[in-house]
Structure formats: structure tokens, C-alpha cells
């Protein structure tokens, strides 16, 4: 991967970052941490799954999952739509992915908030109210285009972009301030900042978009972050961390999760990886979002050359051509103000 400028390198290590992390995490997400030891033993490098894995089954080694896809799905509908999100497109992007999905054999569908709120569409529901109940991290583990496509200040214009891409299906304050979070730390890092550097606005962003949405579920996802980043830094053990921040698909607990494992990392994004494919419960979100952030601070130059081959070779992934048309559009937006999204009734 020949990075042409710096953004254009964070760009790219923001998307092939999510998609390392999401495939190391495909063969462990939802296993006790117990069961990963006895499965795989330690994750060191991809891995398939074991046979039969209640959710991966049918994947292969370094096969990405819905997080990467869903992710460039987005990314994609934010390129077609010159970074205007027309949310109608986006529900039907949504169902015909998982039709698709289905067609494959695999078993790897919608998360429980966006299935909700697609069903719930359908079923007549205006799509402004499809997502007020939706508080998992299903928003987060696909925020990544957004954080790339718009600039980090104004915050406050970065963060009507979040809500824009999380309201049809997590349109609460607990999903969109966690989904902010992660945005805001890869739009920092696009612009040269280092991890560390990011985090103060980051949890700025947590605490604007918690206002943001329905007030359903978590009401302190900046302080849940802030704490994570703390305990972390303390000099547990991965063990311990897990167990007291948590690692489900719940917002409040894989989002800090996620900044946690960056921390332990010392923000090398591969490292950060790799904690999270071992992490257990929701693995390959963890690492999606671990990796899209971690790599974002540092460029796809900073991950082993092999692993980014290994994870192409697995998958189709235009990462360099996503990353330029994502960054044309940070540049419209820096140039001529964010667009704005299509209203919905």
C-alpha cells in the first residue's frame, strides 16, 4: 500500500484497520474467553473458525464479517450520495445485504437493533422513530467513513453526520454518543493526531452526542469511556479489564472496550488487534472499531506489511479507492461546509 500523503496513508489505515480487526475477531466473536483458549489457544495471526461456530461458520481464515461490510456499504452510499446520506437507499442497502448474506450460506446477519428497526420500517414505522430503541454498537462498528469523509471541527458539524448515519437504526443518545466517540478519534487522527491526542474531544463527542437521539439506555458513555481509558492505563490484565468494563454488543461496554484495548495496545494498532481477537463476547467489533481508530493514528503504514496482504488476499477490499473518495469528500465538506442530510418523515 503506497501512501501518496499522510491523510491518504491514515485514511487507508483507518478502513484496512477495521477490516484486520474484524477478520482476527471473525473465528472468536461471541466465545467466552475460556472457549477461545480452548478453541484456538492464544490468536496470534487469523485464524477459521472452529466448525460450526454459532455465527462464523462458512467464513475462512482472514475472511472479514458484516462489520467491514456494513462499513464499506456506508462508505459507499456517502460516495454515491456526494456525502449527502439519503436514508432510504441506506435501509434498502441494509436489507439487500442481508439478502444477500443469506443467499451465501452464512449466518453472520443483522445486529439485533438494526434488524429491529428495518422490521419496524416495514412494518409502517416513519423512519425518524425506526431507531429509538436502538442502543447496540451496530452504529459505532460502522462510523468509520464518516469519521474519514468529515472534518473534525466544527465538533458540533461532525457530530450532525454521526447522527445523520445512526438514526434509522440507533437513534438514541447512548449509540450515537459511542458512534461519535469513534468517529471524532479517526477524523483527529486523519488530521495528524496521535491516539492520545484524540482523546479529549473524543469524549467531547461522547458528551454532544449523548444529547443527540431518543434518551434510551446508557446516559454516561463519556464518562464509560473516560473510566475504560483509566482502568487501562492502571496496568491490569487484559482478563481484568474485560471483566469490569465488559465486551458485549451493548454500546456502554464494547465502545470503552474498544478505546481500552487501544490504551493496552500503546496504540500500535496491530497489537490493539489482537487484544480484542482474544478479548471474548463481541471480538470483531472490538477490533474493527480498535483497529479503524488505532489505524487511523498511525496510517496502514504501521501494521505489518503480511497481515495487510494476508487480509487482501482473503477478501475483496478497495481500500486506497474508498480512502480517495472519502477524503474528496472531507475536502468538499472543509471547503464548502457539511452537507446536509435528506430529511425524513
Known sequence: MNAQSQDFDRACGALIGMAIGDALGMPSQTLKRA???????QITDFVAPVDDHPVSHGLSAAEVTDDTEQTL??????????????????AKDLIAWEADVRARGLRDLLGPSTK???????????????????TTNG?????????????????????????LACRLTHNTGEAIAAAAAVASVISSGIEGSSFDATLPQAIKAAELGQERGYAEGDRQIARKISDAIAFARSGV?????????????ASHE????????????????????????????????????????????????????????????ANTLPIEQYATDL???????????????????
Open 35 to 41: 472457549d477461545i483458549i480452548r478453541h484456538y489457544g
Open 73 to 90: 456499504l456506508l462508505a459507499t452510499r456517502l460516495i454515491d450520495g456526494n456525502g449527502v446520506l439519503d436514508e432510504r437507499l441506506w
Open 116 to 134: 429491529t428497526a428495518l422490521e419496524a420500517m416495514l412494518n409502517g414505522t416513519s423512519p425518524a422513530e425506526a431507531g429509538r430503541h436502538g
Open 139 to 163: 452504529a459505532a462498528m460502522r462510523i468509520a467513513p464518516v469519521g474519514v469523509a468529515t472534518p473534525c471541527l466544527p465538533l458540533n458539524a461532525l457530530i450532525d453526520q454521526v447522527e
Open 237 to 249: 490484565s487484559v482478563e481484568e479489564f474485560a471483566d469490569k468494563i465488559g465486551t458485549s454488543v
Open 254 to 313: 464494547a465502545i470503552p472496550a474498544a478505546f481500552g484495548v487501544v490504551i493496552m495496545a500503546g496504540g500500535d494498532p496491530w497489537k490493539a488487534t489482537l487484544i480484542a481477537a482474544n478479548i471474548g463476547d463481541d471480538t470483531d467489533t472490538i477490533g474493527a472499531m480498535s483497529g479503524a481508530m488505532a489505524g487511523a493514528c498511525i496510517g496502514a503504514s504501521g501494521f505489518p506489511t503480511d497481515k495487510i496482504v494476508k487480509v487482501r488476499q
Open 327 to 345: 477524503l474528496t469528500l472531507r475536502e468538499r465538506s472543509a471547503s464548502q461546509g457539511q452537507p446536509k442530510g435528506e430529511a425524513i418523515s
